[in-house]
Antibody, heavy 125, light 106 residues
Framework: QITLKESGPTLVKPTQTLTLTCTFSGFSLSTSGVGVGWIRQPPGKALEWLALIYWNDDKRYSPSLKSRLTITKDTSKNQVVLTMTNMDPVDTATYYC?????????????????WGQGTLVTVSS | SYELTQPPSVSVSPGQTARITCSGDALPKQYAYWYQQKPGQAPVLVIYKDSERPSGIPERFSGSSSGTTVTLTISGVQAEDEADYYCQSADSSGTLFGGGTKLTVL
């Protein structure tokens, strides 16, 4: 059974850096073809993909947020960490992590399944 | 920039068929994936690779593709299918989601 859980601060101040951790079980990020991505959803709005890291440390970022994001992995701890700098109230959202698998061709990102429960992050002074 | 376009809302009576579309220029070349999201819950994958159904997803959920449009079809809609539905696909920059469609079961 695959499970994921997001953790981090529920409240951050504008201009601060957000650090979120995704802790998972049921799969390994050392397995070829495995990746973990982050997706967010502002209240009442649509899903937005943020970043993804593959087993081989290949990292992908949303072009619109690339300058603010860093994704890393700790395979031994089964964790993926996302940092987002210069937080703004518009970054208030529920942040989800989820695994994504690629076959021989990992150029294009595939589907995410299953998803963690998400964690709501509010940006406010 | 590349976008996936979905209708904001679709309404259907119980037992009828609901069709939710997703349009994007790259869809003829890239697979689409569909997620169901109920209030307060995380999204759940209901269709992958345009038309494949994950285990545990009811057979009334199906997907199809034609040109620049992919369609999620829910046959014999039930009250429990009321939710938001999102399409997802890939491009050279990464991946993206459609704006979501709220399915209302009348």
């Amino acid at each position: 059974q695959i499970t994921l859980k997001e953790s981090g601060p529920t409240l951050v101040k504008p201009t601060q850096t957000l650090t979120l951790t995704c802790t998972f079980s049921g799969f390994s990020l050392s397995t070829s073809g495995v990746g973990v991505g982050w997706i967010r959803q502002p209240p009442g709005k649509a899903l937005e993909w943020l970043a993804l890291i593959y087993w081989n440390d290949d990292k992908r970022y949303s072009p619109s947020l690339k300058s603010r994001l860093t994704i890393t992995k700790d395979t031994s701890k089964n964790q993926v960490v996302l940092t987002m700098t210069n937080m703004d109230p518009v970054d208030t959202a529920t942040y989800y992590c989820a695994p994504s698998y690629c076959g021989g061709d990992c150029y294009y990102i595939n589907w995410f399944d299953p998803w963690g429960q998400g964690t709501l992050v509010t940006v406010s002074s | 920039s590349y976008e996936l376009t979905q209708p904001p809302s679709v309404s259907v009576s119980p037992g009828q068929t609901a069709r939710i579309t997703c349009s994007g220029d790259a869809l003829p070349k890239q697979y689409a994936y569909w997620y169901q999201q109920k209030p307060g819950q995380a999204p759940v994958l209901v269709i992958y690779k345009d038309s494949e159904r994950p285990s545990g997803i009811p057979e009334r959920f199906s997907g199809s593709s034609s040109g620049t449009t992919v369609t999620l079809t829910i046959s014999g809609v039930q009250a429990e299918d009321e939710a938001d539905y999102y399409c997802q696909s890939a491009d050279s920059s990464g991946t993206l989601f459609g704006g979501g469609t709220k399915l209302t079961v009348l």
